[in-house]
């Protein structure tokens, strides 16, 4: 179960082949072996030493997941950081992990620059598409190009020393304000995740063969792909981003039968005309997560593709996956399928314990896939796991046979596009507008992209304040995907007796305004 172990698995079992297509561009298994070797090599020339933290924040491509088995490789750890993140946020992430270095990309480095500019010894900075080292042009921190640091590296390494429960990965949760927490995920947790896929894939006599990466790789679906693509002799057409037409010629091209999307994918591809003029007819499903698909979309989508949606449930803490709907078994709408093999779940009252079948309760979850904890945050991690039970904060019942609702999000948490969103983190940021009295953040549902954010705002006496001020105000301070979608002003938010805010209601308001607007 340890990760640098799977390139040597795959190349023993599969022999070479092309495992990742980029545009014209395919690097077989072997060749990304060893591009990882030669990396781990540099990076130890660059000082970087067993069980530090090395950032990888680029778009989707190739070095993703050379940079992934590179770190590993040199016994340091991984924190894979999403490219839309503000400047702020990524600098928050560098100075509590404590990161010696950071692999990156030319299209990301102006942030990079901004978040590092202020520090006194900022990481390591190892660029992809640079020629030659050069200076940094913001804050003038050298900048290694990632191609010389490999071309003047062995591409044979010594076999790290690491162990199951080694930490693999610390994947940060992304936040404006206050302390987000970095998820814990060791050899074990990541390998036997990946492991369970790939079983149930193989109990449905599903062949390997092409899928589209084009969710951010830069995230834990990164590594579980990539995961799974070793043990299982599978390739990936990446992309960037998201666009219809690019994905349908993947899927004629390559005859891609699945790949993993989030609703606002689904969305698209159910909507656009476009999709008519490919041969789509190899693909025979979508897996989909994030946030629940309306039944709408999911039989539209069926209509047109003749293919089907499996909706699964996982989180960071969980490596990812905790449920999934199986090939081969009923798919219940509404219900984000079975246990993982290998995981256990429990809803449970507020004491921890059991509920029975069909009541709903917050959702316990326990397995060799769950985080040991959060880095440099004990009481974090105490409050989390508790006798073993890893509690996710999520209500939802289970039922007779097995399968999984989630019922409402317990800390109120946003998922937008397959992004997560921190209701409390925008809530303070938006009531530090001098013209906010008080601010609540909701999530409402979208067909589109699962659920969309609306900041409900009531103005301070006599403030003169438009919602195009106060949506400029959070862009300015957020990555794009957190900035509300719309304002919503009222003169007072609900309350209950005690003055707690109403949120169940104001959904409900700021949904009906929003659609009047």
């Known amino acids: 179960m340890i990760l640098t172990d799977l390139p040597e698995q795959s190349l023993e079992r599969f022999g070479e082949y092309p495992m990742l297509y980029a545009g014209d561009r395919q690097v077989t298994n072997l060749e990304l072996r060893n591009s990882a070797n030669r990396l781990a090599n540099g990076l130890r020339r660059l000082g970087v030493t067993a069980g530090e933290r090395v950032i990888v924040c680029m778009p989707n491509c190739p070095e993703v997941f050379i940079a992934y088995q590179g770190i590993l490789r040199a016994e340091a750890v991984v924190l894979p950081v999403m490219t839309l993140l503000h400047p702020r946020e990524i600098g928050f992430i560098i100075e509590a992990s404590g990161a010696s270095a950071i692999i990156t990309s030319q299209s990301v480095l102006p942030a990079i620059e901004q978040a590092v500019a202020d520090m006194d010894a900022p990481p390591k ?29 062995a591409a044979e390494i010594r076999k790290p020393a690491l162990k199951e429960d080694d930490v693999a990965v610390i994947l940060f949760t992304s936040g404006t304000t206050g302390q987000p927490k970095g998820v814990m995920l060791t050899h074990r947790n990541l390998y036997s995740n990946a492991a369970s896929a790939v079983q149930l894939a193989e109990e449905a006599n599903d062949e390997p063969g092409t899928t589209i990466g084009v969710l951010p790789l830069a995230h834990i679906y990164g590594f579980t792909v990539a995961n799974t693509l070793f043990l299982k002799g599978g390739r990936m057409v990446i992309m960037q981003k998201f666009d219809v037409r690019a994905v349908c010629e993947a899927i004629q091209n390559h005859r891609v039968r699945a790949f993993a999307t989030v609703p606002a994918m689904v969305h698209a591809l159910t909507h656009a005309p476009e999709v008519d003029e490919y041969d789509v007819s190899s693909l025979e499903s979508l897996g989909c997560g994030s946030a ?47 246990a993982f093999p290998g995981v256990e779940l429990r809803i449970a009252d507020e004491k921890g314990d059991p509920l029975p079948v069909g009541e709903v309760g917050e959702l316990l979850v326990r397995g060799e896939n769950i985080t040991p904890g959060y880095y440099n945050n004990e009481e974090a991690t105490r409050a989390a796991l508790k006798d073993g039970w890893f509690h996710t904060g999520d209500m939802a019942r289970l039922d007779d046979d097995g399968y999984l609702y989630i019922v409402d ?35 409402v549902p979208s067909e589109r ?43 007072a938010l609900p309350r209950n007796g005690v003055g707690k805010i109403l949120k169940k209601a104001l959904r409900e308001q700021a949904s009906e305004q929003a659609r009047a607007n």
């Open 125 to 153: 900075l190892v660029v992809a598409g640079l020629v030659r080292d050069q200076s940094g042009p913001t804050a003038g921190t050298p900048c290694h190009s990632l191609s010389s640091l490999m071309a003047d590296a």
């Open 292 to 338: 629940p698909l309306p039944v709408s979309l999911i039989e539209a989508f069926r209509a047109r593709f003749h293919a089907e949606i499996y909706e699964g449930y996982g989180l960071s803490e969980a490596s990812p996956t905790v449920t999934a709907h199986r090939k081969g078994e009923p798919i219940k709408p509404g219900s984000v399928g079975r």
């Open 449 to 491: 992209m699962g659920e969309e954010v609306i900041a409900v705002v009531v103005r301070k006496p006599d403030a003169d304040l438009c919602e195009e001020e106060l949506l400029a105000f959070c862009q300015e301070r957020l990555a794009k995907y957190k900035t509300p979608r719309n304002i919503v002003f009222m003169d």
């Open 409 to 443: 999000r317990k800390k109120d948490l946003i998922l937008r596009g397959g992004f997560n969103i921190y209701p409390r983190d925008l809530e303070e940021l938006i009531s530090r507008h001098p013209a906010v009295a008080e601010v609540a953040v909701v999530g």
